[in-house]
């Protein structure tokens, strides 16, 4: 069995988005019981959220935008940037406690005090761009920890996989330039989906030309167009790549049963994605790999998902 940590504060439950939000707390309540039926909470490892220290978040995001994100947030304010984005008076702080812990994470990582992690956050991050709240999400968690990674911890290579239905506009943009981070993509593209970017010919540009990787999927495609793109597309690009740590943006919105999109992926869809990725942290990562919540909106089938994702983590 793997040590596995386990990210979760119920001051993330605080982030209030209002009464018809599809990103609520209520995503997290059924993540945890999940995971607790399925009996798994005392194989975990509690990782404590704890505040980011600020300058780790303005590694990705302006101090700008930090700022309005805070006073907005503090004063009352139900939205920032876009009608999206509602917040209450402590989503900043539910925010702050996101970033920090994964962080946390990242930190027993590399002290080797767990192998991987799952990091069980509201607010989510991976459309967050540096100076704007997009898509339900405010600090881009991921992009930060992996800038901690390579600037605390010396990681040369880091590798991020997103497979959340929607494309990680924020965390693309954050990194496109930059040859030691690789960032991939699987996403429901076209057709009307959010946000729009993560197209087959956005591979990077000036020095991170090659570092950014692509694959939109049609509207109604399931298990095996994700196998079939994530082995010609992602196997071989980290193969040569060789991350250090594998940074995952997981999201379960791509379930066939998930109503924010039109995937068809099963349960047993995601865990096969889960075990190449554990494969993949295997061989180049020393069995590193962070995994970070993003979206999922079926409260019916998260439970599962969640249990599915940690007994994977676990090697159970
Ligand atoms: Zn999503």
Redesign the pocket.
Known sequence: MKRTGFLYDPRYLLHDTGPYHPERSERLEAIVKGITDAGLMPHLTKIKARRADQRWIETVHAPEYIHRFEEFSLSGRRTLDCDDNQMSPDTWEAANLAVGGVLEAARMIMTDEIDNAFCAVRPPGHHAERGEAMGFCYFNNVAIAAKYLQMEWKVERVGIVDF???HGNGTQHTFEKDASVFYYSIHQHPSFAYPGTGREFELGTEAGYGYTKNSPVLPGQGDETYQRLIQKDLVPAFQTFEPQVIIVST?F?AHKDDE?ADMSLSNDGFSWIMRTLMKMAEQHAKGRLLSVL??GYCLERLPELAADHVKVLLDA
């Open positions: 959340d239905v929607h999201g919105d924010m993003e979206g």
